[in-house]
């Protein structure tokens, strides 16, 4: 059986929503990691950065969300919530995932640690989401273009995680809720699998 280390007051909620919609919850041992665990020689002998989540299916770990996402998807590729690896879609969905784990989780970290709009600004070619306009008009521009999914009428893992990651921002309120979201959040919104989460109750029709 799969292991999968995490907590409860983590980014790694963010997987829960894949657990459900490959139907794989009782295939994975869900570990509960304490803050302070998870910096304790036995958890860093797992994962040396000791930080959630970090997947262990046998001698294989996985320490990064976007990996676990990537890793589950195709490994469950039965349940079609991933783009084989030579269909044209591959490419986008990849994108969305790795843009959310990266410029978009970044960004959203900035903001947390209060960073003022002129360093970022004097910074913007060392920050991997440049700044907050281009944050903006990617998201506004791609989120648009959903029809009715990120990767058109297929359903993927990429859409489980940037609808979390908006919902998420929008509710720390650190992204306005533009209206270009709101058709695909209340897409998103109607799926079992993120019924339990608060955040999209007010996209829920």
Known sequence: ?????NNPRSRGLTLLPLLKELQIEDQ???VEVSYEYMHQAEYLQINPIGKVPC?????IVISEMAAIFIYLADKYSDKGLAPALDEPKRGAYLKWILFCHGPFTEYIDIKNLQVSPENIEQNRRSLS????????DFLKQGI???????LGEEFSAA???AAY???FAISAKILPPFDEFRPFLQQMA????LKDIQWFQEYRV
């Open 55 to 59: 997947l262990v299916d046998q001698e």
């Open 159 to 161: 859409d489980l995680y």
């Open 28 to 30: 994975i041992e869900q």
């Open 1 to 5: 059986m799969m292991k999968l280390y």
């Open 144 to 150: 648009s273009q959903a029809n009715p999914y990120l």
């Open 190 to 193: 109607q799926h079992d699998s």
């Open 165 to 167: 990651c908006l919902v």
């Open 129 to 136: 989401f440049g700044n907050e306009a281009a944050v903006f």
